[in-house]
């Protein structure tokens, strides 16, 4: 009965990663569907003042420790930092997350919707 219990805690642990990872594309690219689906920037918005927040003030996203917490009870060691620090960071800056990425990429997120949204509002203000 243990032996389910901890592979129920890891797939739901990496059902937690997929999720932020989703949830993290939405964040920086959530912008362009509202192209598609105006009703879209009322759930992104947030999310995306969300993201960049976390990332300006150096916060970890509470999925992070929901996912550890459930790797624990997986009997699975945890991990110090964010999601970004331990799944993205290795892949494109392997020294690690500083305050200095993190405003970087919080600025990314912030420069990459101030485009989807100026794009969306200069194609609704050209067809009225």
Do not use: D
Not at 23 to 49: K, N, Q, T
């Amino acid at each position: 009965m243990l032996y389910y219990l901890r592979v129920l805690y890891r797939l739901l642990a990496n059902a937690v990663v997929a999720f932020h990872g989703l949830f993290i594309l939405f964040v920086v690219l959530g912008g362009f569907l509202a192209w598609r689906w105006r009703w879209v920037a009322a759930v992104h918005i947030p999310c995306a003042l969300w993201g960049i927040l976390i990332e300006y003030r150096g916060g970890i996203c509470p999925l992070t420790p929901l996912e550890n917490s459930l790797r624990a009870r997986a009997g699975q060691q945890g991990y110090a930092g964010g999601f970004v620090e331990h799944y993205v960071l290795p892949v494109i800056y392997p020294k690690g997350l500083t305050a200095g990425v993190q405003v970087a990429l919080g600025t990314l997120v912030l420069t990459v919707n101030l485009l989807a949204y100026s794009l969306l509002i200069r194609r609704l203000t050209r067809g009225s």
